[in-house]
């Protein structure tokens, strides 16, 4: 197939002038290599398209593509993840991952906790706070942690995000609603132990890859899973692999993550993380349905390398689920695609 790269590209933002924390998201340059040299590995001809802006330029220009393998997280608005797919749907140009209600719905965090929890799915108790004074109606006690209600890469997490007294969450709030201009997710803070599973596939054809429990280093923020420790997890974390066979209770975590990552429509790949309660339970926190793709510092890759997965065979059955959903989709509107 000719497949088309979109993808951030964290070093051309960087020289635009925005700062790495606005940039936290984006990709670096060896992880685009990473993945054109697998899809050339399987024999596909790649195109580097870039951005959303040089798509719209592209397609303007009349260009196609058989798929585009999409992995741009965008930069404006709470929809950003979404206006890429939401662009090639237009075009009628398949592309890999959620389309865009799923990616619009997923960025939120409160929106995405209400759909789990309508599904009967275990999430932590939880609320949206817009402005600072709205952290006086919290109906549930102490500890509490706060994050911003649509960022990723643990952007705004970090120690601080922690907090054990019903008076100072204002403030918390405060904070993160100056810095990041966006509503703050208030949830009951989960102390246990904390999880990671990759799934793979779509609707019913969806499986877990394995599962990873995060366990932070002494040398890492304590308490979180943070910005910090994740831009420096070789040296501040470490990803065990935990099996089904050998717990129930990751058992139960994988049942729930492929629970939530079906209820919620997402697509491909992608991974579902977990936090045990103060009775052990575990609860669904978030899903990310455009994971991270660099071959060693990725959650999702990191998981398959444990599992003895090569990361040219994730990138392979990324593809085929893709272009399997692309066929049934013809077939059920009787499309016709241009083909480059």
Request: proline fraction near 5%; include cysteine; hydrophobic fraction near 40%.
């Amino acid at each position: 197939m000719f497949i088309g790269l979109t993808y951030d590209l964290r070093s051309e933002y960087l020289d635009q002038g925005y700062s790495e924390d606005e940039t936290a998201e984006f990709d670096r340059e060896d992880t685009i290599d990473a993945l054109e040299q697998a899809l050339i590995q399987l024999g596909h001809e790649t195109d580097r398209i870039g951005n959303i802006r040089q798509l719209i330029g592209r397609l303007a220009d009349g260009d196609h593509w058989d798929l585009v393998f999409n992995i741009a997280e965008g930069l404006y608005g709470i929809g950003r993840e979404a206006q890429i797919p939401a662009i090639l749907d237009a075009y009628a140009i398949p592309y890999t991952f959620s389309d865009p209600l799923v990616m619009s719905l997923t960025l939120h965090k409160a929106m995405t906790k209400r759909v789990i929890r309508d599904a009967g799915l275990p999430t932590s108790d939880f609320t949206m706070v817009v402005q600072s004074g709205d952290a006086l109606k919290v109906g549930f006690p102490p500890p509490f942690f706060v994050k911003p209600i649509a960022e990723g890469t643990g952007k705004g997490i970090s120690p601080a995000s922690v907090v054990r007294h019903k008076s100072d969450l204002a403030a918390a709030c405060r904070k993160l609603i100056s810095t990041y201009h966006q509503p703050v997710l208030v949830e009951r803070y989960l102390p246990g132990r904390e999880f990671t599973v990759g799934i793979i596939g779509s609707g019913a054809d969806a499986a877990v890859l394995g599962t990873t429990e995060v366990h932070l280093r002494a040398a890492a923020e304590p308490g979180v899973y943070s910005y910090v420790n994740k831009e420096h997890c070789e040296e501040l974390v470490e990803y065990r692999l935990v099996r089904s066979t050998d717990s129930a209770l990751v058992k139960e975590v994988q049942d729930i993550a492929l629970r939530a990552w079906q209820a919620l429509g997402c697509r491909d790949a992608g991974r579902v993380d977990l936090r045990s309660d103060d009775r052990g339970r575990p609860q669904f926190m978030e899903v990310n349905p455009l994971a991270g793709l660099h071959p060693q510092h990725s959650d999702l890759p990191i998981i398959c390398n444990h599992v003895g997965i090569p990361y040219v065979q994730l990138i392979e059955r990324i593809i085929a689920s893709a272009a399997q959903r692309s066929h049934v989709e013809d077939q059920r509107f009787g499309r016709h695609r241009q083909c480059a």
